[in-house]
């Protein structure tokens, strides 16, 4: 018997959207909920990652296939509205007829979603965050120093997954080093840090984005690789909208990403990269 999901209706609180661009203002009013982090890539053409969230405000940009800090675009995402969003003129986000696609959530504990912001200190720390739940994936960018990474803890990307970390904006195996999370694993109340310049630089900005699991809802886990092509079946518990691969232990894969709105049937081809700024690519699937 499956438990009843504590969230019945999964787009009340993360959705994907399709949208072509139009060179001018535009919004988008499908989605059941205000979102408070919405992450934007072109489809049909080679453009950067825009990743927007309402704790740093509008008009903040974020790039996960760069190295970049924060930039302010005007023309950029602009508002978070009660059902959706507006976007300016950017081209990044919305040149004419270009294809998009937005990825969309809502922060709180019912999601498991949380966005903290703080200031970096240089030294080992905790960071209090409001998931209620312990994270079982966070990312961490550093948003005023240019080139720092994106730093990513996942529970089972290693046996001791807090000793190291994988990087959003490369295609990096897991590799060791105890100055990301200062080898101590996150709480339901706080995170840590240790020393490293992209997760705690003294005196620069940095945010993070925590994740914790909600059965029915999310999931954060792992599985083995067969090389076949009919590859090892992951259980969710749930249809996935969204699916983002990693491999873990090799150089291989840049985050490849999968919705269910660009492909709305098996198998699914179509994949975006968090760690690339190419456009679609149909050369592997899930």
């Not at 922060?107 to 200031?119: A, C, K, Q, S």
């Not at 198998?267 to 592997?284: I, R, S």
Request: hydrophobic letters at 35%.
């Amino acid at each position: 018997n499956l438990a009843t999901p504590s969230i019945k209706k999964g787009s009340l609180y993360m959705d994907a959207t399709l949208r072509t661009g139009t060179g001018a203002t535009a919004s988008v009013s499908s989605l059941g909920f205000q979102p408070d982090l919405v992450w934007i890539k072109s489809r049909s053409a080679a453009t950067d990652h825009g990743l927007y969230d309402a704790v740093r405000g509008v008009q903040k940009q974020l790039e996960s296939n760069t190295t970049t800090g924060e930039t302010t675009e005007t023309t950029g995402l602009t508002a978070f509205n009660s059902n959706g969003y507006t976007v300016g003129a950017l081209a990044q986000l919305n040149t004419s007829a270009a294809t998009y696609v937005d990825w969309a959530w809502k922060e709180g504990v019912t999601p498991g979603f949380d966005i903290v912001t703080y200031v970096g200190n240089g030294t080992n720390r905790t960071i209090s965050h409001n998931l209620g739940a312990v994270p079982h994936f966070i990312i961490v960018k550093n948003r005023t120093t240019s080139p720092r990474a994106w730093t990513v803890y996942h529970r089972n990307a290693n046996a001791s997954p807090a000793s190291g970390a994988l990087y959003l904006n490369l295609t990096d195996a897991f590799s060791a080093d105890s100055t990301n999370w200062n080898n101590t694993l996150p709480t339901s109340n706080v995170f840590s840090v240790g020393t490293a310049d992209r997760v705690n630089q003294n005196t620069d900005n940095l945010v993070a984005y925590l994740w914790s699991e909600i059965e029915g809802f999310s999931k954060f886990g792992s599985y083995t690789g067969n090389a076949s092509a009919d590859g090892p079946f992951v259980w969710c518990g749930f249809r996935p909208r969204w699916i983002m691969i990693k491999d873990a232990t090799a150089a291989n894969l840049g985050w490849r990403i999968y919705d269910t709105v660009r492909e709305t049937f098996n198998v699914m081809g179509g994949g975006l990269e968090a760690a690339d700024a190419a456009a679609e690519n149909y050369a592997t699937s899930v």
